[in-house]
């Protein structure tokens, strides 16, 4: 992690040439570092989130939570940003199984996510990792956002109140057994498995790796965990940290292949808590 971001912003106009004419584009805008280095192009009607006011949006939820920053995060060469809070205020355990609690924030300068606040998750025993993004908490990048990121603050408690949701989910899965049934239907369904492929034999031979690696990774953590669904749901998520490669690998899983398989595993196995 970085103790600050790298860069800042710059907006410039979108030039193009027309007979030798140089010409400015009245619909874009490119997104650039203050080197020059361009990170995006996007509409006029686009207003990022400079980082300056993302950092000071971050040392305000620091004094709100009370949590320690733990640094920042690029990614795509810039194109977003992240900063992660850690809660010290309290020690937090599953099944007898201690985790690290984070709060994420992030942002980027491509349109791809606003700004947004998301929770994320550290098995201390593995280092395995889960996050979730809040989608209440998300705040797109329009004229009226700053506006609208400092009425964000007043909803932190909508963010506590999810995260506190989602732990007391976990410490259910301790209490759901699981059945060699329950086991398959969940491995296929996150790893989008055709029960007809299945069947017949059809299943490629880069899935079939991969399928054995997160077999391995599942019952690894039955064996310390015990043959509940949060050993199931730990094993995938110990496959998503450890082998599952990634062009977008982030703390916590947040973003990509790793997080799509996360989700999945996430809210299949929370159908089998009453």
């Known amino acids: 992690m970085l103790e600050k971001l790298s860069f800042e ?18 619909t874009h805008k490119v997104i650039t570092k203050e080197t020059g280095e361009p990170i995006s192009v996007m509409k006029n ?3 990022p989130m400079y980082n300056k006011d ?26 977003i940003v992240m900063a992660h809070l850690e809660n010290n205020l309290k020690d937090f ?3 007898g199984n201690k985790i690290n609690d984070y709060l994420i924030l992030g942002s980027s300068f491509d349109g791809r996510y606003p700004f947004f606040i998301g929770t994320s998750t550290l098995l201390i025993r593995c280092q395995n990792q889960f996050s979730r993004i809040n989608q209440v908490e998300r705040v797109k990048h329009t004229k009226s956002s700053p506006k609208r990121r400092e009425e964000l603050m007043h909803g932190l408690e909508v963010y506590f109140s999810d995260r506190n949701k ?13 059945t060699p049934e329950i086991h398959q239907l969940v491995v296929d369904y996150v ?10 034999g059809k299943i490629s031979t880069r899935k079939l790796n991969q399928l054995e690696m997160l077999e391995l990774c599942i019952n690894g953590e039955i064996k310390d965990l015990g043959e509940n669904m949060w050993a199931l749901f730990n094993g995938v998520t110990k496959y998503t940290t ?16 790793a997080n799509y398989i996360n989700q999945r595993a996430f809210n299949t196995v929370l159908e089998y808590v009453s």
């Open 45 to 47: 009607s686009y207003n």
């Open 166 to 178: 989602m732990y007391k989910n976990f410490e259910k899965l301790t209490n759901v057994k699981i």
């Open 191 to 200: 790893m989008s498995v055709n029960k007809t492929d299945r069947l017949e």
């Open 54 to 79: 993302f950092t000071s949006t971050v040392e305000r939820m620091q004094e709100i939570s009370g949590f320690k920053l733990m640094g920042y995060s690029e990614f795509s060469n810039g194109q």
């Open 242 to 257: 450890h082998e599952l490669k990634s062009k977008e690998n982030s703390f916590g899983n947040l973003f990509g292949t």
């Open 9 to 26: 912003i710059q907006e410039t106009p979108v030039l193009y040439s027309v007979d030798g004419k140089i010409l400015t584009s009245g």
């Open 93 to 95: 355990s599953i099944g």
